[in-house]
């Protein structure tokens, strides 16, 4: 469940920065998934801030939910926070917070897993 975390939270992180790139009306979908299930993503602009939400259930009764908050500027910064639940009643929650320059840039989380251990993470990068 951890990897399927990240990699939903990869998607919206793009999804995030892609809208910052491009300023456009408010965007709300909603769809089936392949296996049955059903998203649902929001977007709205308010100026240079964004925030965006997901709302993923599983065939099975699983859930997935997001929430972020970008700024956009010379120096992009987001927050995203999030947490989930799978279908025996196991759950998981995070938060991460990132700041992108134009040369580098770093983010910064955590991950509190089924059992309530918390991992803490950061990353830094040159563009």
């Known amino acids: 469940m951890l990897s399927s975390a990240k ?7 793009a999804m995030l920065v892609a809208a910052a790139a491009v300023p456009a009306a408010a965007e709300e979908w909603q769809r089936p998934t392949v296996h049955g299930g ?7 602009p308010e100026g240079g801030v964004y925030t965006g939400s997901t709302t993923r259930t599983g065939p099975d ?3 997935y939910t997001s929430s972020s908050k970008c700024v956009a500027d010379v ?3 987001c927050a995203r926070s ?6 025996d009643g196991q759950s998981f929650s995070g938060k991460r917070v ?3 320059g134009p040369f580098r840039g770093r983010s910064a989380g955590s991950f509190t897993g089924q059992d309530g251990n918390t991992v803490f993470g950061s990353r ?3 563009r």
Do not use: K, M, N, T
């Open 61 to 63: 009764g699983g859930s």
């Open 7 to 13: 990699v939903h939270l990869f998607c919206l992180g």
């Open 75 to 77: 120096v992009d910064r």
């Open 124 to 126: 830094r990068w040159r």
């Open 98 to 100: 990132s700041a992108r």
């Open 82 to 87: 999030y947490s989930g639940s799978g279908p």
């Open 38 to 44: 059903e998203i649902s993503r929001s977007v709205s």
